[in-house]
């Protein structure tokens, strides 16, 4: 079993960037199809990004598009999101989660495997 810690949040003002980064531990990330999910407080947790095992494809929630860019690096262990031009309403907790699924989902159901989350605040 895998266990994912989260890392690289925390406070910006808008339009600046974050890069998250979300590391693997227990059993090689490469055999999971990873994603990052967001949680604002008061609201459901939200798909934001998600990648292959091998990093051949990703896809990404509109609201997000051509802002944040999910990464990984199986040699590291390590999958990534770099957010940039970051606005209010992305202030959340933004979770790490990995899939035995070989394929982009988005459903929270299909992901087992889940970080405890980093806190990204984004001022006005």
């Known amino acids: 079993q895998v266990q994912l810690v989260e890392s690289g949040g925390g406070l910006v003002q808008t339009g600046g960037s974050l890069r998250l980064s979300c590391t693997a531990s227990?059993?090689?990330?490469?055999?999971?199809?990873m994603a990052w999910f967001r949680q604002a407080p008061g609201q459901e947790r939200e798909f934001v990004a998600t990648?292959?095992?091998?990093?051949?494809?990703?896809y990404s929630a509109d609201r997000v598009k051509g802002r944040f860019t999910i990464s990984r690096d199986n040699a590291k262990n390590t999958v990534y999101l770099q957010m940039n031009l970051l606005k209010p309403e992305d202030t959340a907790v933004y979770y790490c989660?990995?899939?035995?699924?070989?394929?982009?989902?988005?459903?929270?159901?299909?992901?087992?495997?889940w970080g405890q989350g980093t806190q990204v605040n984004v001022s006005s």
């Open positions: 989660a990995g899939s035995n699924l070989n394929t982009l989902v988005v459903r929270t159901s299909a992901y087992a495997y």
């Open positions: 990648i292959t095992r091998n990093g051949g494809a990703t």
């Open positions: 227990g059993r090689t990330v490469s055999s999971y199809t």
